[in-house]
Each structure stands twice: as structure tokens, then as C-alpha cells.
């Protein structure tokens, strides 16, 4: 029926909101730079690894990162503050699909947060011969 979701896209709604990937992490002094603000390429690393886990969560197959689109670096991240990285995923094509991840930060002492950066990433999942399969299994296990 018109305006109704097939079966098949709400078990992707419900694997995209099931795989939605949240961390915590603290930033120390080993992750910053001599402006004393997390390393971009730090960020960046673990950027890579929250798009790693949530493109496996939802997909439950083994996964490797094929592209990373433009990242937005708006707000630096002090040494001694946390940053919450939320990934998100947000294109489900056959073999592929895109995470976003946006990526908070927020002092350890004061209440609030700010957006620090954004980006999104592409994705594949392989088989033992690591040529692409689906990211989805169309029939229900
Ligand atoms: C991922 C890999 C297996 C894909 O192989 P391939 O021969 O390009 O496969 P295909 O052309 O069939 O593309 C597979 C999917 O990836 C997508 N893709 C391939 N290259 C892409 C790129 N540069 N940007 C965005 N998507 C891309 C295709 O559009 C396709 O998506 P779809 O099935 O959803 O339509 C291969 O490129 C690879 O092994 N890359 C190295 C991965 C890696 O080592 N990553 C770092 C460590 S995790």
C-alpha cells in the first residue's frame, strides 16, 4: 500500500537504528598535537574504527573501508576533554553502505556539548576471497 514500508525496508530501518554505534573516549595527552588539541589523523583513526564497527554491526560480515568522503574538522578538541563518536549508518547499497560519523566534544567538568567533526565513510563487505557480497540478506535468517 502507498506510504507503507515493505517488510524489507523495515528490517533495514530496524538493523540501521539496532547498529547505531555510540563510544566514549578521553582525550590524553598521547592524541594531541603542540597545540595541544587531539591530532586530526587520531581522529580521524577512530573516525575509521566507529564506521568499522557499525557498518559490521549491521551487517554481521566481515567489512572493509573502501572510501572516506570529505571530513569536516569544526571545533577543536582539547587535551583533558571527552569526545562521544556516534556512527550512523546512512546509505545501504548492495555490497556497500556509508556510515557518518559525528563526532561531540565535551569538557569533563561543565555540562554541554559541541559537534567537533563530522564525516562519512563507504564500506564493503567481503568473503573469504575478498571480492564484495551483499550487505544485506534478503531472505530472513
Ligand atoms: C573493497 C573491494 C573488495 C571492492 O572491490 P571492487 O572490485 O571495487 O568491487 P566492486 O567494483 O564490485 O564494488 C563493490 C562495492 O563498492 C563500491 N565501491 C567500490 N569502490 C568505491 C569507492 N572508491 N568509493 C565508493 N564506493 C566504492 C561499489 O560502488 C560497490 O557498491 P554496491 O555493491 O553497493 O553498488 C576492494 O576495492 C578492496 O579490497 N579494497 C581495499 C580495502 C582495504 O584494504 N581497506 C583498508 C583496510 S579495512
Redesign the pocket.
Given at each position: 500500500m502507498e506510504g507503507q514500508l515493505t517488510n524489507r525496508e523495515l528490517r533495514i530501518q530496524k538493523k540501521i537504528k539496532d547498529s547505531e554505534t555510540h563510544v566514549f573516549k578521553a582525550v590524553f595527552p598521547g592524541q594531541t598535537n603542540h597545540h595541544n588539541t587531539m591530532f586530526g589523523g587520531a581522529v580521524m583513526y577512530i573516525m575509521d574504527e566507529i564506521a568499522?564497527m557499525t557498518a559490521t554491526r549491521f551487517c554481521r560480515k566481515p567489512?572493509?573501508?573502501?572510501?572516506s568522503d570529505k571530513i569536516d574538522f569544526n571545533h577543536p578538541i582539547p587535551a583533558g576533554t571527552l569526545v562521544e563518536l556516534i556512527g550512523t549508518v546512512v546509505r545501504v547499497?548492495?555490497?556497500?553502505?556509508d556510515v557518518r560519523v559525528d563526532v561531540f566534544v565535551e569538557s569533563m567538568y561543565r555540562e554541554g556539548r559541541e559537534k567537533a567533526m563530522t564525516g562519512t565513510f563507504?564500506l564493503?563487505a567481503?568473503n573469504e576471497s575478498?571480492?564484495?557480497v551483499p550487505?544485506f540478506d534478503e531472505v530472513e535468517e
Open positions: 568499522f567489512i572493509v573501508t573502501v572510501s547499497g548492495r555490497t556497500s553502505l563507504t564493503v567481503i575478498k571480492r564484495p550487505v
